[in-house]
C-alpha cells in the first residue's frame, strides 16, 4: 500500500501558498516530514503455501498477501507494482505449466515474468525453483531493483529470446536459467544457477543457419549483476545446426554458442561484496557451436562453416568485470568453449567444405572494449578449461577439405579488451586447434587449425598480469589429415603462447611466474599410396608468444615449444618422402613482427626449451621388379629447425637486463627413417631400404634473434645453455629374399649454433657486462645406416655472430664455452 493514500487521510496544515512563501508553525513542519514518505510502498510479504504449480485461477488484488503457489506470488508482486518480498521454504518448487502457445511474458506459462522489483528469499540449498518445461527459470523484464537470495535455480531450456510470441527454436536461445531482458539492477546472493541451457534451434530449410544461443545459465542485457557467494554450475548455451545444401542452395552455417554459463552485455558485474570473504564459482560450463550443413549435389553445393563457440564459463560483451573487495574467491574451472565442425563438401561444381569453428575463451571471454579486473589478494584460480576449435569438413569431389577451427585462449580470451589480473593462478588450461578435414578422392585433406594462448590469449586490447601463476597450460596445434585417393595430405596446425598470446599491444608483467606451459604443433597428414607425408605445424613462445612486452621480476622457467612431427611417407612402388618436422621458436618467450622487448627486475628465465619436430617416416615399398626384385623405400623426413631455447626474437628491439640466462636448449628435430624395401619374390633381391632423414638445425641455445633486430644483454650472464643440431634418421630395412636388401644410407645429423646466443647477418648484439659462459652448441648424431650419415658440428659454442655485429663494452667475458666461445 502507497503512503500517498495514507497522507491524504491524515494530513495536517495546507498546501503552499502559490506566491511560494513558507508557512510557519507545526502544520508545516509535519507535512514536510510526511512528505519524505510520500513515494515509499508498504512492503508485502509473500508466502507460498504449496509447492505445486497447478493454481491456474489466481487473480491478484490490492493488499493481498495470500499466494497459493510460487507463479501466484510473482504474480501478485508484479501486481503490486514493486517492493515485495517473497519468501520460500526449503523444499522444491516444480514449474510444471506447459508453454504452449509461444512465449508470453505475464508468468502464466512455462518461465516466471518478473515485470516489478521485487525480493525472493530461500532457505539455503534445499530450496529449488526447478524448470519441467521447455522455458527459462526466471526472466526480468523490469529495470527496477530484483534479488534472488539462498536458493537454487536449474532445469531451464530457453528456446527463444523471451519476445512475447516468439515461436520456439525460431529465433537465438537467450537465458537458460534467467534472462535479464529488462537491464535490472539483478543481485544473487548465496544462489546456485545449475543444469540450464539456452539451445538453438536447428536450420530447417535448406541453407538456413543454426540458430545462436546465448547465455545457458544467466544472460543479463544492461543494468548490474552481482554475484555473492554464488555458483554457476554445469549450463550449456548450444548453437543449432545449419540446414542442409541442394543443387541450388549452399548448406547453412552452425549456429554460435556464447556464454555457457553467464553471457553479459553492456552489463556492470561484480563478483562478491564491499567487505567479508566470499567465494563465486563457475565450473563445469559449456558452449558448443553447432555443425554446419551437408553441402548438396547441384552446382551450388558447399558445405557450411561450423559455428564459434565464445565464452565457456562467462562472456562479457562491453561493460565490465570486477571483485568487489580484496577477499573474493573466484574459481572458474572445466569449462569448455567448442566449436562447430563445418559440414562435409558436396557433389557439384562448388563443392566446398565448411571450415571448423573457432573455440575462443574456455573460461572467461571478454569482447567489444570491456573490461575486466581481477584484482584481489585472494586473486582468482582459471584452472583446467578449454578452448577447442571444430573439425574443418571433409571435401567434395572438386575442392580440398576445410581447415580446422582456431582455439583461443583455453583459460582466459581478451579482444580488443582490457584485461588486468592481480593475484591468483592460470593452470592447466587448454587450447586445442581443430583437426583438418578428411580427404575425398583427388583433393587435399585439410590443413589443422591454430591453437593460440592455452592459458591466456589477448589481441587489441591491454594486457596487465600482476604476481599471476601461469603454470602447465598448453597450446596445441590441430593435426593435419591424411591423404586418400589421389590427394594430398594437410598440414599440422601452428601453437602459438603456451602460456600466454598477446599480439598487437604491449604486455606488462610483474612478478608473473610462468612454468610448465607447452605449446606444440600438430602433426602432418600421412601421404596416400606413393604420397609424400606433409609438415608438422610450427610452436612459437611456449611461455609467451608476444609482440612486445614490459616484463619486470617473476620467472619464466621449464617452458617448452615442440614442433609438430612431420607426416610418414605412403606405401607403394615407388614410396613417399616423410615429411619435415615443424619449427620451433622460443621455448621461454617468442617476440614476432618487430616489437620491443623489455627484461628486468630480478627475471628468472631457466631450463626452458624449443624443440623441433621430428621429420616421418619414409614409405614403405610394395610390389617388385621385373627380375622379381624389391622395390627400395621411401627417404625419411628432414628434422625442423630449433630456434632460441629461452628468447626467439624476430626483428626485436629488446633490452635485457637479469640475473642469469641458463639451462635452456635450442634442439633441432630428429631426421625420419627410411621406409623398409620390399620383400622380393623367387631368386630376387629384397628392396633397399630408404635414406633417413636429415637432422635439422638447433640455433641460440638462450637467444636467437633474426634479421635487423637489435639486442642488448646489460649485466646478464648466459650460462650453461646449448644449442643442438638434430640427429640423423636411421637407414630403412632391406626387404627379405634370396638375397637380403640392403640397409638404406642413415641421415646426416645438423649443426648446433650459438650455445648462448645466436644472431643472424643485418642483426646488432650489445653485451654490455655481461659473462657468457659454459654454454654448449654441437651437432646431433648420425643416422645408422649403410653408409651411416655424418654428425653434425657445433659452432660458437658462447655466440654465433656470423655477419651479424657483435659489440662488447664494460667487463664482458665469453669464456669457457664449447666448441669455441664465437664464431665471426
Not at 59 to 65: D, E, L
Not at 441 to 452: A, M, R, V, Y
Amino acid at each position: 500500500m502507497s503512503f500517498t493514500n495514507l497522507w491524504k487521510r491524515h494530513r495536517w496544515g495546507t498546501r503552499r501558498p502559490a506566491d511560494g512563501s513558507r508557512r510557519s508553525g507545526r502544520a508545516q513542519s509535519t507535512k514536510l516530514r510526511l512528505e519524505c514518505l510520500e513515494d515509499r510502498s508498504l512492503l508485502s510479504i509473500l508466502t507460498p503455501t504449496t509447492f505445486l504449480d497447478n493454481n491456474t485461477t489466481f487473480t491478484p488484488a490490492p493488499g493481498n498477501t495470500t499466494t497459493p503457489t510460487l507463479r501466484d506470488a510473482v504474480i501478485q508482486a508484479n501486481f503490486d507494482g514493486g517492493g515485495d518480498i517473497i519468501k520460500l521454504r526449503a523444499g522444491t518448487y516444480n514449474l510444471t505449466i506447459p508453454n504452449t502457445a509461444g512465449q508470453e511474458n505475464a508468468s502464466a506459462t512455462g518461465d516466471l515474468d518478473i515485470t516489478a522489483p521485487v525480493t525472493i528469499q530461500g532457505a539455503g540449498p534445499a530450496t529449488v525453483i526447478n524448470q519441467t518445461q521447455v522455458d527459462r527459470v526466471l526472466q526480468v523484464l523490469t529495470s527496477g531493483n530484483v534479488t534472488l537470495q539462498n536458493l537454487v535455480i536449474q532445469g531451464g531450456r530457453a528456446v527463444d529470446e523471451g519476445v512475447s510470441g516468439d515461436t520456439p527454436g525460431s529465433t537465438p536461445a537467450a537465458g537458460g536459467g534467467i534472462f535479464n531482458s529488462g537491464g535490472a539492477n539483478l543481485t544473487l546472493t548465496g544462489v546456485t544457477v545449475r543444469n540450464n541451457s539456452a539451445i538453438g534451434g536447428n536450420g530447417t530449410a535448406a541453407g538456413a543457419d543454426g540458430q545462436p544461443a546465448v547465455g545457458g545459465g544467466v544472460y543479463s542485457l544492461g543494468g548490474t549483476l552481482t554475484l555473492i557467494n554464488c555458483a554457476i554450475n554445469n549450463n550449456t548455451a548450444t548453437g543449432g545446426n545449419g540446414g542442409y545444401g541442394t543443387g541450388v542452395t549452399n548448406a547453412g552455417k552452425g549456429g554460435q554458442a556464447q556464454g555457457g554459463g553467464l553471457f553479459a552485455v553492456n552489463t556492470t558485474v561484480t563478483l562478491g561484496q564491499s567487505s567479508g570473504v566470499t567465494l563465486d564459482n563457475f565450473l563445469g560450463n559449456r558452449a558448443v557451436a553447432g555443425k554446419g550443413g551437408l553441402g548438396g549435389t547441384g552446382p551450388t553445393a558447399a558445405g557450411g562453416p561450423g559455428g564459434s563457440a565464445i565464452g565457456g564459463g562467462l562472456l562479457l560483451d562491453g561493460g565490465s568485470l570486477s571483485l568487489g573487495n580484496n577477499f573474493v574467491l573466484l574459481t572458474v574451472q572445466g569449462n569448455s568453449a567448442t566449436g562447430g565442425a563445418g559440414g562435409h563438401g558436396g557433389t557439384g561444381a562448388n563443392d566446398s567444405p565448411g571450415g571448423g569453428g573457432d573455440g575462443s575463451g574456455g573460461g572467461i571471454y571478454a569482447i567489444n572494449s570491456a573490461t575486466v579486473t581481477l584484482t584481489a589478494l585472494t586473486g582468482a584460480l582459471v584452472t583446467g578449461n578449454r578452448a577447442v576449435g571444430g573439425a574443418g569438413g571433409a571435401g567434395g569431389l572438386v575442392t580440398g577439405a576445410g581447415t580446422g577451427g582456431e582455439a583461443d585462449g583455453g583459460g582466459i580470451n581478451a579482444e580488443s579488451s582490457t584485461l588486468v589480473v592481480r593475484g591468483g593462478s592460470l593452470v592447466g588450461n587448454q587450447a586445442d586447434g581443430g583437426p583438418g578435414g578428411a580427404a575425398s578422392g583427388s583433393q587435399s585433406g585439410g590443413t589443422g587449425g591454430p591453437g593460440k594462448g592455452g592459458g591466456l590469449w589477448s589481441d587489441g586490447g591491454s594486457l596487465s598480469l600482476n604476481s599471476v601463476a601461469v603454470v602447465a597450460n598448453r597450446a596445441v596445434g590441430g593435426s593435419g589429415a591424411n591423404a586418400v585417393a589421389t590427394g594430398t595430405a594437410g598440414a599440422g596446425g601452428n601453437a602459438n603462447g603456451g602460456g600466454v598470446y598477446n599480439s598487437g599491444t604491449t604486455s606488462t608483467l610483474t612478478n608473473v611466474v610462468l612454468t610448465g606451459n607447452v605449446a606444440q604443433g600438430g602433426s602432418g597428414g600421412a601421404g596416400i599410396a606413393g604420397g609424400n607425408g606433409v609438415m608438422g605445424g610450427s610452436a612459437y613462445g611456449a611461455g609467451l608468444d608476444v609482440t612486445s612486452i614490459a616484463l619486470s621480476g617473476g620467472a619464466v622457467t621449464g617452458n617448452w615449444a615442440i614442433g609438430g612431427s612431420g607426416g610418414a611417407g605412403g606405401s607403394g612402388i615407388t614410396p613417399g618422402r616423410g615429411g619435415p618436422g615443424g619449427y620451433a621458436f622460443g621455448g621461454a618467450l617468442a617476440s614476432l613482427g618487430g616489437g620491443t622487448v623489455s627484461l628486468s627486475g630480478g627475471a628468472v628465465i631457466d631450463a626452458n626449451a624449443a624443440t623441433a619436430g621430428s621429420g616421418g617416416a619414409g614409405g614403405k615399398a610394395t610390389g617388385t621388379t621385373g627380375a622379381g626384385n624389391g622395390n627400395a623405400g621411401g627417404p625419411g623426413g628432414m628434422g625442423g629447425f630449433g630456434f632460441g631455447g629461452a628468447l626467439y626474437l624476430d626483428g626485436a628491439t629488446a633490452t635485457i637486463s637479469l640475473p642469469a640466462m641458463a639451462g635452456n636448449v635450442a634442439q633441432g628435430g630428429s631426421g625420419g627413417a627410411g621406409g623398409r624395401g620390399s620383400n622380393a619374390i623367387g631368386n630376387g633381391t629384397g628392396g633397399r631400404g630408404g635414406t633417413g632423414g636429415g637432422g635439422g638445425g638447433g640455433q641460440g641455445g638462450a637467444v636467437f634473434d633474426t634479421d635487423f633486430g637489435t639486442v642488448t644483454l646489460d649485466s646478464s650472464p648466459l650460462l650453461g645453455n646449448t644449442a643442438r643440431g638434430g640427429n640423423g634418421g636411421w637407414g630403412g630395412l632391406g626387404g627379405l629374399g634370396l638375397r637380403l636388401g640392403a640397409l638404406g644410407a642413415g641421415g646426416s645429423s645438423n649443426d648446433g649454433h650459438g650455445g648462448g646466443a645466436c644472431v643472424e647477418p643485418t642483426a646488432v648484439l650489445n653485451l654490455n657486462s655481461t659473462l657468457v659462459t659454459g654454454n654448449f652448441a654441437g651437432g646431433g648424431l648420425l643416422g645408422i645406416g649403410h653408409p651411416n650419415g655424418t654428425f653434425g658440428a657445433g659452432s660458437g659454442g658462447g655466440v654465433y655472430s656470423a655477419g651479424a655485429t657483435l659489440n662488447q663494452s664494460g667487463s664482458t667475458t665469453i669464456a669457457g664455452n664449447s666448441p669455441n666461445n664465437t664464431t665471426p
